[in-house]
């Protein structure tokens, strides 16, 4: 039988769906029962057994990657705007979004979120398209639901673009984003060199979008003007907020100065952008990985291709739809489209867990673990950039490139936070084939430090927050600044290569992380849920730095780990944390935020505090006969209160590298944490 263009990857191998594991039958223990060494050993080996059966034959890992309804539902309506329809498939996706459908009859952004406007009515358009009646129940509820919170008028700017490419809106519903934009230079503010690395490749094609203003074919003619308040054609202020400074109705009042002004580029003028635009693209189309290894830029740069006529046959178009597909997870009954695809961070954590449970003098099957590192780290090396200097260079041209993009390939985006896992998993595997890998990410990594010290996760100090208000940013996302999670990474892998002249560097590092620290003692998880997440990586970073652990940034951060911890022994932290929900808090609690509890105490001397042997004991309990841990909330985020993340994988790493850790720091001489991850 012929494979479906989702099962075509070498991920298939990891997204075979399988029942929901049983749990082993254990006596019944009180919840402060420290685990039973015996367990300990069993927990581990069951779980390093797991993991280790999910390495692809060519040494990497990867797993799904899932984010809300809104990229399937993205998805259907490319194919409707193409006239690529997939019948079959479309109807998998229509199990996935009707199944996520929340009780207040919209779609969240996550797990029991709460109603998200913006992903309902995509959600709702892309039922309609798949063949949903109007009149079903759950077409009823989901239309209510969107008119009781203002109707499609009042979605975000990337919704209302996505309506006008279908006519259900006029283009004034957007914000004026001339593609001329493309001609600025870095220096002038509105350049797209000032925005991060995934506005920088979303907008690029979208900008030539916006200047055409195609329709899509639709050849259904299905549209959705029954999800307004007001008429589509009577609505006057598409642009309303809610503005975050003062800057936001500066540029309200800009933008509709600029709009008529529109008018009077000349055309010129205009094409000459457009070429610009496309110029930017076609280099980093990036193959059969796609513009910017993530779906909004591949699907806009398919729609681009479209409406600048170029032929769905040419090599270009072709790369950029195959792109697109191959980011669709087939489940069997249902299918979703994932975001982007996380193979080189995948590996890299799990290569971490690997190695911890393999190590001491119990480690478990250490010959057989070496071996599948051995093929982990060759796989990683052949993916380093070392060539291709890309958009990072504009503000760092004098560094050579030596760093790992997040996804199979993406040379021009190389990931700051990704390669500083693996720069530390490669030097903690000791062979010295990996020392060119890891002289050559040190010494990117090194070049990419900001100004304040901070690390950013693509970009050097691209922090101009003034962006942020412009209307088209209503998601207030479109800049990369340095944070404290992916900061305190560079600092481990420094650290933990202990050179002396990498002092100042590190030195500069934890500065910045002692003033991000917030009033409570947590630090900020810009890149994981949410604060346990930040908070474990800061203080894995100080202990790697050799920070004393009575530091008084230390004992507050500890303090507010132990505050936060469950009845049960566990942690949990719910992305409602992103918006203004309580900090470090959740209604259960979840294996990978208990695992970064315990490592982050673990990492700062506290393997023997009751509070780690409780959170050790509730992983031991939580585990699945099969080795496995459930875990169905999100658990990373990629931007606060717009898109959220579910890392499947994060169920295995985490808890692995934490029972493993607590295990073999009962038989260290030190009892300290040696390394930086």
């Known amino acids: 039988m012929a494979k479906t263009p989702e099962t075509t990857t070498t991920a298939t191998r990891t997204r075979k769906t399988t029942a929901t594991p049983r749990r082993a039958t254990r006596p019944r223990v009180a919840p402060d029962a420290p685990l039973d060494p015996a367990d300990l050993d069993q927990a581990v080996t069951r779980a390093h057994a ?28 490319l194919e409707h705007y193409l006239d690529r329809i997939d019948p079959d498939l479309e109807q998998r996706i229509g199990i996935y979004l009707r199944r996520l459908q929340g009780a207040h009859g919209g779609w969240p952004l996550y797990q029991d979120g709460t109603f998200d406007l913006s992903a309902s009515v995509k959600a709702y358009f892309a039922l309609k398209a798949i063949g949903d009646s109007v009149h079903a129940p759950h077409m009823v509820r989901a239309r209510q639901a969107i008119l009781d919170h203002g109707g499609a008028e009042r979605t975000n700017v990337f919704t209302r673009i996505q309506l006008a490419l279908f006519g259900d809106v006029p283009w004034d519903a957007a914000p004026v984003m001339p593609v001329e934009i493309m001609l600025l230079p870095r220096r002038a503010l509105f350049s797209v060199w000032n925005m991060s690395y995934w506005s920088r490749t979303v907008i690029a094609p979208l900008l030539v979008l916006a200047a055409l203003r195609p329709t899509a074919v639709n050849p ?66 990036n193959g059969r990985d796609g513009l910017g290894a993530i779906y909004p830029a591949m699907a806009n740069t398919v729609m681009m291709f479209r409406a600048l006529g170029i032929s769905d046959d040419d090599p270009r178009a072709k790369a950029a739809w195959e792109a697109v597909r191959r980011l669709l997870v087939n489940q069997g009954k249902e299918t979703y489209c994932q975001p982007c695809v996380s193979p080189v961070w995948d590996t890299g954590l799990a290569g971490h867990a690997m190695i911890e449970a393999a190590s001491g003098p119990s480690g478990i099957a250490p010959e057989e673990t070496r071996q599948k590192l051995a093929t982990a780290a060759r796989w990683l090396r052949e993916r380093q950039i070392l060539d291709v200097r890309g958009d990072w260079s504009i503000n760092r041209p004098g560094v050579r490139p030596g760093g790992w993009a997040f996804q199979y390939a993406n040379d021009y985006y190389p990931d700051v936070d990704d390669t500083a896992v693996v720069g530390m998993l490669l030097h903690r595997d000791g062979d010295p084939a990996n020392a060119d890998a890891i002289a050559r990410a040190r010494e ?84 994981g849920t949410n604060y346990i997440y930040g908070t474990w990586s800061v203080l894995c970073a100080l202990n790697a730095a050799g920070m004393p652990h009575g530091d008084p940034m230390i004992i507050r951060a500890v303090d507010w780990l132990r505050r936060h911890q469950r009845a049960d022994g566990g942690w949990g932290e719910g992305c409602d944390s992103y918006e203004g929900g309580a900090h470090g808090d959740y209604k259960q609690s979840l294996p990978s935020q208990t695992a970064w509890a315990v490592l982050g105490m673990m990492a700062v001397g506290l393997r023997d505090d009751p509070a780690v042997a409780r959170g050790i004991a509730w992983l031991g309990r939580a585990q699945g006969r099969n080795g496995e841990w459930k875990e169905e909330p999100y658990n990373a985020v990629g931007f606060p209160r717009v898109f959220y993340l579910r890392y499947h994988g994060y169920r295995q790493f985490f808890p692995l590298l934490a029972l493993s850790r607590y295990r073999n720091m009962q038989l260290s001489n030190s009892g300290r944490v040696g390394y930086g991850f």
Request: neutral net charge; glycine residues 8%.
């Open 50 to 77: 797991a993991l280790g059966r999910r390495q692809a034959d060519d040494g990497h890992w990867v797993f799904d990657l899932e984010a809300d309804a809104t990229i399937p539902a993205e998805y259907v309506l």
């Open 220 to 285: 259904r003619r299905v549209h959705v003007h029954e999800l307004f308040v007001t008429p589509p054609g009577k609505v006057r202020d598409w642009i309303r907020g809610p503005y975050r400074s003062v800057w936001g109705h500066v540029f309200r009042y800009a933008d509709a100065v600029l709009r008529p002004a529109e008018r009077l580029i000349p055309e010129k003028t205009r094409r000459r952008a457009i070429q610009a635009a496309v110029d930017f693209i076609e280099p980093r189309l």
């Open 444 to 527: 990117w990594i090194i070049g990419m430090q900001g100004s304040n010290g901070g690390w950013g996760a693509f970009d050097v100090d691209n922090s101009r927050d003034v962006l942020n208000h412009i209307p088209f940013a209503d998601h207030g996302a479109l800049l990369d600044p340095p944070t404290a999670d992916v900061t305190a990474r560079c600092i481990s892998f420094l650290a933990q290569l202990r050179q002396v002249e990498d002092h100042g560097a590190i030195e500069r590092g934890i500065a910045y992380l002692r003033r991000e620290q917030e009033k409570d003692g947590s630090w900020f998880g810009r890149w």
